[in-house]
């Protein structure tokens, strides 16, 4: 069994009864679609055409939704239903990233992710879903696709019909007879200050046609007049939650090189500073994961329900096993250290393996980042593949900053914060050549441009320019290279200050691109 909708474009009259059935039926709150009808409007006066379409989730064959999430809340029925429990959904919000169809939802009743799921209460007994039995012209047809004899087969087999974002690969069960190209592109048309009914929500971003590559190009003045608003999901703390866990896994990275490879002398008072800062970064890391979730005290749900396709998950097991590791090394050290007596034998030779495993749990930690926003394949942005270099980098960079900070209350020597200052100083170099490369090479698609272009010209620029790349990498490669005064405290904070400038502007920009 292959579920599925075709949406008649012909007959569709933009009653929105749709829309209301589907609240009535599954008792949605206000403010939360899971169907609704978009308008568009081209033309000029008075020879203006009004299009409609309704909108949902598509029911993909290939659901991004259900690969991030990391306790099978958002499950693929064995009838091809892309379906939801709100109650093992921790309120990570990434099915809402890795949709590209804007479908999925916060409910701020449940504080679940919520969504069309094709209602299946009615088609478990045979029921046809609320919205097809309410439309009035019939412009909605649904059910199982392999079923030949099927009303849906049949229209699907007379009638050329679209679908949207087919270049995602998601291979959606949504089709549109006559299917408008510009209510298909949601970037395609220019939004106004506010819709037919209702005011836009201030964090929305305008859109409307621009240059560049896959672009529908519109030759009449087009509009949206009406559509569902979606909010920005993820805020400050998951750009927060980049730099605590760059500056963790940094510095047990760092540790690691030095003392593990026999570099420097291993120094206990330094070792037990740097390891205490690094388990301090990795737990505020895993505060700030907590914080953002609708359902904080189901977390442990990743543990005992894991969906291990999802990155989420994989993630959270990684940064579990590094912060044992660390908790578990620096008690040992410290308990020694207290005692004033010389560390045993036993820990002494095992710290190069000790080291070893933590640098390679650490860039774990700092990576896998990369793979689960690589999994939101609602953003396109986030799916370059300098991503996981940026975050090796980031490591480094802050590691290293953070451990100058810290030169004037240990006894690091001169090697030592020598070393730091030299690195910190390079990767910043490094990362500047990898934004640049980031923003001046051409996107995969539109949609990654015009965040690209939000992030460098639009409404985050004084964000980037002064934030990320003035304060974060030119004031501080100025300071290491006059040899200011000062310059092992204004430095490093500048470079943290500016990696939250850069990180904050990366992970909202993509999200202020509309799907819908």
Not at 56 to 80: A, L
Not at 259 to 273: H, K, M, Y
Request: proline content about 6%; overall charge neutral; aromatic content about 14%.
């Amino acid at each position: 069994m292959s579920y599925g909708f075709v949406i008649d474009n012909r007959t569709c009259i933009g009653c929105h009864a749709c829309s209301t059935a589907c609240k009535s039926e599954n008792d949605v709150p206000v403010g939360i679609n899971r169907t609704w009808v978009k308008y568009t409007e081209v033309g000029h006066y008075p020879e203006v055409k009004r299009g409609f379409q309704v909108t949902r989730c598509n029911h993909c064959e290939n659901p991004p939704c259900v690969s991030i999430c990391p306790t099978e809340s958002m499950f693929k029925r064995d009838n091809g239903i892309v379906d939801f429990d709100p109650e093992v959904c921790i309120g990570c919000k990434g099915c809402i990233q890795a949709c590209p169809y804007d479908a999925i939802d916060i409910d701020p009743v449940t504080s679940s992710a919520s969504k069309c799921n094709f209602c299946a209460h009615r088609t478990e007994v045979g029921l046809e879903p609320a919205c097809v039995v309410v439309c009035p012209t019939h412009s909605i047809i649904a059910g199982d696709m392999k079923d030949k004899e099927a009303e849906i087969s049949k229209v699907l087999k007379k009638n050329p019909v679209s679908v949207r974002k087919p270049e995602q690969g998601t291979s959606p069960k949504l089709f549109y007879i006559e299917g408008d190209a510009v209510s298909l592109t949601p970037t395609s048309t220019t939004l106004g200050q506010d819709f037919m009914w209702s005011e836009r929500i201030s964090e929305q971003n305008s859109c409307g046609p621009m240059e560049g590559q896959n672009v529908i190009a519109s030759t009449h003045m087009t509009q949206v007049a009406y559509n569902a608003q979606h909010k920005i999901h993820w805020h400050w703390p998951v750009p927060a939650y980049f730099v605590t866990k760059g500056i963790g896994t940094g510095l047990f990275m760092l540790l690691s090189l030095f003392f593990g490879l026999g570099w420097l002398p291993f120094n206990r008072e330094a070792a037990l500073a740097i390891t205490g800062s690094s388990l301090f970064f990795i737990l505020a890391t895993t505060a700030l994961l907590v914080l953002d979730l609708e359902h904080p005290k189901r977390f442990l749900y990743i543990i005992f329900r894991p969906q291990w396709k999802s990155w989420l998950t994989r993630g959270a097991f990684i940064l579990i096993a590094f912060s044992t590791l660390t908790g578990l090394w620096f008690t040992l050290e410290f308990f020694y250290w207290f005692r004033e007596v010389p560390s045993p034998i036993w820990l002494q030779s095992s710290r190069p393996w000790v080291y070893f495993l933590g640098f390679l749990l650490g860039t774990a930690s700092s990576v896998y980042t990369a793979f689960l926003f690589g999994q939101a394949e609602g953003r396109d942005l986030w799916q370059s593949p300098l991503f996981p270099f940026h975050l090796i980098i980031h490591s480094f960079m802050s590691g290293s900053a953070f451990i100058l900070m810290l030169s004037p209350f240990i006894p690091l020597g001169p090697a030592f914060a020598f070393s730091m200052k030299n690195i910190m100083m390079v990767t910043l170099f490094i990362d500047l050549l990898l934004i640049w490369s980031e923003f001046s090479m051409s996107h995969a698609s539109e949609v990654a441009t015009r965040a690209a272009k939000d992030i460098t010209q639009g409404s985050f620029q004084n964000l980037f320019w002064v934030g990320a790349i003035f304060i974060g990498h030119c004031l501080p490669l100025l300071l290491g290279a006059g040899r200011l005064p000062y310059f092992e405290f204004v430095g490093p904070l500048g470079l943290i200050i500016g990696l939250f400038c850069y990180e904050y502007a990366y992970v909202v920009a993509p999200q202020k691109v509309p799907n819908s």
